[in-house]
């Protein structure tokens, strides 16, 4: 199984299973495989009571770039897409237990659509958001289109989602993206503690706050498979395919 995604129990944060994305020379673009790790981990967390709490952590500077520019051009060229991003995303969005995240520069893409899903999320202010769905002929995903509106209202969804706009670590705060900014040096020690803290409390008692807040999620399952109908053909289209043999000329 892919090193490019780690899953690690630290001794120092107990009850917390980090899951951290570890591809520094691709900037941790996501590929199938990562994507299957990190479902399989979200799923055996599901059932595994020594977890109350999940993290998910990049490397220094770099959350993610996104998915890998190489497996959405083996797609675009006839490949198969694979079930391994629904997969996670569907475990992400069903997550049961809490989800915390710490970004310390890059998030594009997934990289920043994956947070929507967390319940505290923690940046650098070094940190950049950006979703160039568009740009590449693409839509949004994981429930983008529904959760972003719902979170920050219709303009900066559309900024964010269609325009491409990148978002700085203050601008995802001022609109309700992100809980808070810390300093880089202390992202991964002020994450993990978040996580600990929440593992530490009442499983039961938060899994309940934790549903009453987030409210039904059915509505948000059913958007990521709608999203990915359309994210599936827009893949195929000679738009796409031109943007990506862009991105892997330059
Ligand atoms: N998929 C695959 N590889 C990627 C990648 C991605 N999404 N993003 C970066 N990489 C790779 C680059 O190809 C490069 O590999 P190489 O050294 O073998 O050539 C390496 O990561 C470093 O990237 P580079 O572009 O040289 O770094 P940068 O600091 O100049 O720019 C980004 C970083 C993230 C801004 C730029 O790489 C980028 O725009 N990536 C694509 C992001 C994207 O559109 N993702 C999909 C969103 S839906």
């Known amino acids: 199984m892919t090193d490019d995604v780690l899953i690690e129990r630290p001794d120092a944060y107990p009850g917390v299973e980090v899951i951290r994305l570890n591809r520094p020379a691709k900037k941790n673009a996501i590929t199938r495989a ?24 990049g490397t220094e500077g770099c959350f993610s770039a996104g998915n890998d520019m190489a497996d959405f051009m083996a797609f675009a060229m006839g490949g198969t897409m694979g079930g391994e991003v629904l997969d996670f995303l569907r475990a992400l969005a069903g997550a049961q237990k809490p989800l915390v995240s710490g970004v310390d520069g890059l998030a594009i893409g997934v990289g920043t659509t994956l947070h929507l899903h967390c319940d505290l999320t923690i940046a650098s202010s070094r940190s950049m958001f950006r979703t160039p769905f568009v ?9 983008s289109s529904l959760l972003v509106p719902r979170i920050a209202g219709h303009q900066r969804a559309f900024a964010l989602l269609a325009a491409g706009e990148p978002f700085t670590a203050a601008q995802a705060l001022e609109a309700g ?18 996580a600990a803290g929440l593992a530490a409390k009442s499983p039961e008692a938060l899994r309940i706050a934790r549903q009453l807040i987030r409210g039904d999620r059915a509505d948000v399952l059913a958007r990521i498979d709608e999203e990915a109908r359309h994210f599936s053909a827009q893949l195929k289209s000679a738009e796409a395919r031109a943007a990506f043999e862009a991105f892997m000329r330059r």
Do not use: G
């Open 135 to 143: 740009d590449l002929a693409l839509v949004p995903e994981a429930a």
């Open 34 to 57: 990562m994507y299957a790790k990190m479902a399989q981990a979200l799923n055996a967390a599901a059932s595994d009571d020594a977890v109350r709490a999940t993290a998910f952590l």
């Open 177 to 194: 993206l992100i809980w808070k900014i810390v300093d880089a040096e202390a992202i991964e020690t002020q994450a993990l503690t978040l």
